[in-house]
């Protein structure tokens, strides 16, 4: 899905949710500059998808028109097909990454992470056959995970498992260096990045 219209979706379904929405307000829900917010809001008026009416010489109202209705509903449908489309190739990418661990036998697993690209990692492992011993994550709220308690990452240790997944889309250098200066071999870490 394109950048930009995902902005719209955002920017409608938030004129849909509330009301009284101010630029200033929008702005800091969507973390974007103030006049990058004036210009997205003029876009869609333009379009026909909302009608800016003035309150007060100060105060401005943005309504959502029927345009612009249909336009989040369409949005909205290839937001859910892209991000399916997103969910089921990752998936595969996952298969291919994890597939030979599953090779190896069944070793002895941990899962180092506790968001999305654990749970799918997660999802894969069990898929596979491979089943988590532990869950690791720095996030201290975080008691559970999927039914796991989520350990300290000070306890992941060389013998915790024997292969520690780093469960993060993003390249995560310092995350292996920490678990390598926690004694834990690089044959023992796996990341999702070469």
């Not at 994890?98 to 654990?118: C, F, I, K, N, S």
């Not at 749970?119 to 898929?127: P, V």
């Not at 390598?180 to 990045?193: C, K, N, P, W």
């Amino acid at each position: 899905m394109e950048r930009e219209a995902l902005r719209d979706l955002e920017i409608l379904a938030e004129l849909a949710r509330c009301d009284e929405v101010t630029q200033r307000g929008l702005a800091a829900r969507l973390g974007i500059a103030l006049g990058l917010t004036n210009l997205y809001l003029k876009r869609l008026a333009r379009k026909g998808y909302i009608k800016i009416t003035s309150i007060s010489p100060r105060r401005v109202r943005y309504l959502l028109t029927a345009r612009g209705m249909a336009q989040k509903t369409r949005l909205t449908y290839e937001y859910m097909d892209y991000s399916r489309q997103l969910y089921r190739e990752t998936r595969m990418a996952l298969r291919q990454k994890l597939r030979p661990l599953a090779q190896r036998g069944r070793p002895d697993v941990a899962l180092y992470g506790t968001e999305e690209a654990a749970e799918l990692a997660f999802l894969t492992l069990r898929e596979l056959g491979l089943d988590v011993k532990a869950v690791f994550g720095e996030d201290a709220a975080a008691k559970t995970f999927l039914g796991l308690p989520v350990h300290p990452v000070s306890e992941l240790t060389p013998g915790a498992a024997e292969l520690v997944i780093v469960a993060s889309f993003a390249p995560a250098p310092g995350v292996v260096a920490r678990l390598r200066a926690q004694g834990l071999s690089a044959a023992q870490i796996v990341t999702f990045h070469a």
